[in-house]
Nanobody, 125 residues
Framework: QVHLVESGGGLVQAGGSLRLSCAAS????????MGWFRQTPGQEREFVAA????????YYSDSVKGRFTISRDNAKNTMYLHMNSLKPEDTAVYYC??????????????????WGQGTQVTVSS
């Protein structure tokens, strides 16, 4: 089992940047793809980005492509989400999650089995 803790959220003006971190405990972090999702009140949890176990492959939703960058440092058991050119519609609680299968990665939240508690990102206009 892996325990995930997000940090780095906060309040930022439109056009600004933030970097989210996801710290993982447990030795299985290095072997699995990971993902970032976000959720606003009353909405389904939405896929943001995913990264393969070794960082070689990444996948983004169309809404963040070109503005957000996902990365990971397996030596530090940490994943990151660098968010640039933030927009008010990026306001949400951001969650990191571990992909449940040993190969591949996915944009479907049902394919992830361990979730952090979330960190709030608020973008003011």
């Amino acid at each position: 089992q892996v325990h995930l803790v997000e940090s780095g959220g906060g309040l930022v003006q439109a056009g600004g940047s933030l970097r989210l971190s996801c710290a993982a405990s447990g030795r299985t972090f290095n072997y699995y793809a990971m993902g970032w999702f976000r959720q606003t009140p009353g909405q389904e949890r939405e896929f943001v980005a995913a990264i393969s176990w070794n960082g070689a492959n990444t996948y983004y939703s169309d809404s963040v492509k070109g503005r957000f960058t996902i990365s990971r440092d397996n030596a530090k058991n940490t994943m990151y989400l660098h968010m640039n050119s933030l927009k008010p519609e990026d306001t949400a609680v951001y969650y990191c999650a571990r992909y449940k299968y040993s190969t591949g990665m996915s944009y479907l939240n049902v394919d992830y089995d361990c979730w952090g508690q979330g960190t709030q990102v608020t973008v003011s206009s």
